[in-house]
C-alpha cells in the first residue's frame, strides 16, 4: 500500500504504529527535542506531517507514481537520516527525489545522484556496495551517515523557505546526537549547504560569523567543545552537473577522500 504504513514491515522502517506524529512545526521542536536517540528520533522523522503542501505532495505522487515504477510501493513518507551511529562522516543533500527517496524510503536511493554518489563511497571504502537500489538490498554506509535537510520531497525539488525551517529540528538534533564522532561533514551542493548553518548552530557547532559562500572543496573548520569538525562543500551529483563535467568521479572521490583525513 502507498504510502507504507509504519511498522508495516517495510526494509528499515524506523517507525511503528505507536509512533507520535508531528503535525505542524511547534511539534517538530517539540519531539526532536524530546529524542534522545537516533532510533526515537528517525521514527518521529519518518511519520512527520508538518508541512501540508509536502505531505500532499509525497503522497499522491506515491499514489499516481512514474510509470515506469507503476507496479511498485513507493514509501511515500519523510525519509529518515540513515547510516552510522556513530558516524565520522556526515553527508547532507537538500531532499528527497520524488521518484528516488519518495519511492525506495532511502535517501539518495534509486535516482542518477545517488547512483554517482555510493559508486564514489564505494570507490572510497564508505559504503559496502557500489549500488543503492532499495531498501533491504545490503547497502550498508561505513563511518558515515546521511541526512536530507528537507526530509519530504518538494515539487519541483524546491522546498519553500517555511518548509526548510519547519524540518530544521530535525537536521539539528541529528546533528547534535553523532556531533560528538565527527570529524567532517559535507554538504552536496549550495541548497544544503544553506540549510545547514542554522542547525550546525543549534546543534551547538561554532559557525562562524561571516558565512562562507558554497563551492566545490571550500572548506570551514567549525569548533564542537575539543573538537574540530571540517564542513566541505561537494557540487551535488545531480545529472545536470555529472553529465556535463562540472562533477567528475575524481572531483567527488577527492572530497570524500579529504573528509575522511587522506591527504591528496
Ligand atoms: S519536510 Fe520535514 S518538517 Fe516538513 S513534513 Fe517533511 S519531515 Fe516534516
Redesign the pocket.
Known amino acids: 500500500m502507498s504510502p507504507v504504513p509504519p511498522g508495516s514491515g517495510w526494509p528499515d522502517d524506523p517507525s511503528s504504529p505507536d509512533t507520535p506524529v ?1 503535525h505542524d512545526a511547534a511539534e ?1 521542536v517539540e519531539l526532536a527535542r524530546a529524542s534522545r536517540t537516533l532510533a526515537e528520533l528517525t521514527a518521529c ?1 519518518a511519520v ?4 501540508p503542501r ?2 500532499e505532495w509525497r503522497e499522491r505522487v506515491a499514489v499516481e507514481r512514474r510509470r515506469s515504477f507503476a507496479g511498485e510501493t513507493y514509501w511515500g513518507r ?1 525519509i529518515a537520516g540513515w547510516g552510522a551511529e556513530h558516524p565520522r562522516l556526515l553527508i547532507v543533500g537538500l531532499a528527497p527525489a520524488a521518484h528516488g527517496g519518495n519511492r525506495t524510503g532511502r535517501i539518495f536511493t534509486g535516482d542518477r545522484s545517488g547512483d554517482w554518489l555510493f559508486a564514489s563511497l564505494h570507490r572510497v571504502g564508505l559504503a559496502a556496495i557500489p549500488t543503492s537500489t532499495r531498501a533491504g538490498d545490503g547497502q550498508r554506509l561505513i563511518d558515515a551517515r546521511m541526512v536530507a535537510a ?3 520531497a518538494p515539487p519541483a525539488n524546491k ?1 519553500e523557505p517555511a ?1 526548510r525551517a ?2 530544521s529540528p ?1 537536521l539539528s538534533r541529528e546533528i547534535a546526537l553523532v556531533a560528538g564522532s565527527l570529524r567532517s561533514i559535507v554538504a552536496l551542493g549550495g541548497f544544503a549547504w544553506q540549510a545547514l548553518w542554522p542547525a550546525l548552530a543549534v546543534a551547538g557547532l561554532e559557525t562562524p560569523r561571516r558565512r562562507p559562500p558554497f563551492g566545490h572543496g571550500v572548506e570551514v573548520p567549525l569548533r564542537y567543545g575539543d573538537a574540530v569538525v571540517t564542513l566541505i562543500g561537494c557540487y551535488h551529483p545531480s545529472p545536470q552537473n555529472t553529465f556535463t563535467g562540472v562533477l567528475t568521479e575524481e572531483m567527488t572521490d577527492e572530497v570524500f577522500r579529504r573528509a575522511m583525513g587522506e591527504k591528496p
Open positions: 508531528a517538530v522523522e512527520c506531517r508538518a508541512c509536502l505531505v519523510p528537507v526530509r519530504c522546498p518548509e519547519a524540518c530535525w
